[in-house]
């Protein structure tokens, strides 16, 4: 823990300050910190299958005129930082709600808004930018339904471009007495110059630990099953991973 806490301590700290700044601002947000272990990982040097953990701080929030959402990976902490298969990844998203922005109700049919999305995507010597249109979907117990459609400009290495659509939702529900979540995100990243065509997507389904002995929405475990096709937009590296993941809420 405390060469975890050496290395990764700026990251982290930089992080949290974001974190206290966007709930200053917010009508609501939640924050969670997340552990994940797979050990099908796709080695794209070797194409190799590799073990790996990942702790991740995730924060979202709503605020007058929209959302933010960010995340960050740390991937390995536990290994010499120096070493292939150790980094950070992250991306901050914020949306702006024409809705709230207006005043207006702007939802038809199953569209409940219509947003302007971004994104900034951060990770070990590249950063790229994102930015188009989304809408919210209104959809039975399914309090979370989003599809964002974006421009990509990818400003590290390469100087990539093409487009890029995202899905996410959160469908929580009961069995007996058991409460789970089923939620995840689809992203579809396409037409880029130097890049094959390429998905990930990551569903979950999470038992709410917590609430069996009386702390409800504290806790999740359960599983993430995370797929990529041409990981990185190399073409062929392929991959299915299963996951353990605990979640802590606050």
Do not use: C
Request: aromatic share 16%; proline share 3%; glycine share 12%.
């Amino acid at each position: 823990m405390v060469v975890l806490l050496n290395r990764w301590y700026g990251v982290l700290l930089g992080l949290m300050i974001a974190n206290t700044s966007f709930a200053g601002a917010a009508q609501w947000s939640s924050t969670n910190f997340q552990y994940l272990y797979g050990d099908q990982y796709t080695d794209v040097g070797t194409n190799n299958e590799v073990s790996a953990s990942i702790i991740t701080l995730e924060h979202v929030n709503g605020w007058k005129y929209g959302d933010n959402f960010f995340f960050v990976d740390i991937t390995n902490p536990d290994r010499d930082a120096s070493k292939l298969g150790t980094g950070y990844y992250g991306e901050l998203s914020p949306r702006f709600s024409f809705g709230k922005i207006t005043g207006k109700d702007l939802g038809f049919g199953i569209v409940k808004d219509v947003l302007i999305t971004t994104t900034a995507e951060i990770g070990n010597g590249f950063h790229n930018y994102l930015y188009g249109i989304a809408v919210d979907l209104d959809i039975p117990k399914t309090p979370v339904a989003q599809i964002n459609t974006y421009v990509r400009n990818e400003i590290g290495p390469g100087k990539d471009s093409g487009y890029q659509v995202t899905l996410v939702w959160l469908t929580p529900f009961n069995i007996g007495n058991l409460s789970f979540a089923f939620e995840g995100f689809f992203d579809y990243a396409f037409d880029q110059d130097h890049a094959e065509d390429n998905i990930i997507t990551a569903p979950r389904l999470l038992l709410d630990l917590g609430k069996t002995w009386g702390v409800e929405g504290v806790l999740q475990a359960g599983i993430e099953y995370q797929i990529w096709r041409n990981k990185f937009g190399i073409d062929g590296v392929d991959e299915d991973v299963p996951q353990f993941m605990l979640k802590w809420i606050w």
